[in-house]
């Protein structure tokens, strides 16, 4: 895949996704359409550091490809870092910011023959909120789909509403978030235990898997475990 050229993108809004957590809407002014596969991410370059290599930060892309030159990233403060404290405190509405990218091959593998398992926490939802809804618009066909999605609290949920409308709209889409220091009405645990409960009669399945380092490594070893091969498994680490 051929690498990008850097580029400059003008934030165009900002809401705040939790307490946390933000979104952030970038236009590309020189393109009229920024085109991406659902999963892939950019590469900011932010002055922070006089060496280029300790400046980048990737994100996957929230949004999905709807003919526009806007994209959407979700990213979650970091108060020990240096790129998410300048994003939060120095970007505003009309600040530029150079990027590269669309890149990565974490994408749906084309066409979706088999169950899908999406299992992320925290932030690791950007990709495959993007995929979801690319699926959903374009009216894609597929099996049965399963966003196994963890987090801590119920607050710091992300795209919660919007994810449960999805459910209610989309055949065949389930829609499972989980608390790992909270009590409410839905889930409580692990994404893990999730899984391996809908995987007991090990029906085909693609996994893709989306979180830190140390979730995708016992994610792995668990889906393996299943008696699934690791052709089966896809993944994107962050942080």
């Not at 899984?195 to 029906?203: A, F, R, T």
């Amino acid at each position: 895949m051929a690498l990008q050229p850097w580029r400059i993108g003008i934030v165009i809004k900002i809401e705040d996704e939790t307490p946390d957590t933000k979104r952030f809407w970038i236009k590309v002014p020189e393109l009229d359409i920024f085109d991406f596969i659902p999963g892939q991410f950019v590469t900011l370059d932010l002055p922070i550091h006089e060496k280029p290599n300790k400046r980048w930060r990737s994100y996957s892309i929230a949004s999905w490809p709807d003919k526009s030159n806007v994209f959407e990233l979700l990213i979650v403060l970091n108060p020990n870092g240096l790129g998410t404290p300048y994003l939060f405190n120095e970007i505003k509405v009309g600040s530029e910011i150079t990027f590269r990218g669309p890149q990565g091959v974490f994408i749906l593998k084309q066409p979706i023959e088999k169950d899908i398992y999406l299992i992320c926490t925290g932030t690791g939802i950007a990709p495959f909120r993007s995929m979801v809804n690319f699926i959903q618009q374009n009216q894609i066909s597929y099996n049965r789909i399963f966003l196994i999605y963890g987090c801590r609290n119920k607050n710091n949920l992300l795209y919660y509403e919007e994810m449960n409308k999805l459910e209610t709209i989309m055949p065949n889409l389930k829609y499972i978030p989980t608390l790992s220091r909270d009590t409410w009405d839905g889930k409580t645990g692990y994404v893990h235990d999730i899984y391996e409960i809908l995987c007991v009669n090990k029906n085909p399945a693609d996994f893709y898997l989306c979180s830190w380092k140390n979730m995708i490594d016992e994610a792995k070893e668990r889906i393996l475990k299943l008696g699934y091969d690791k052709t089966d498994i896809h993944l994107e680490i962050y942080g």
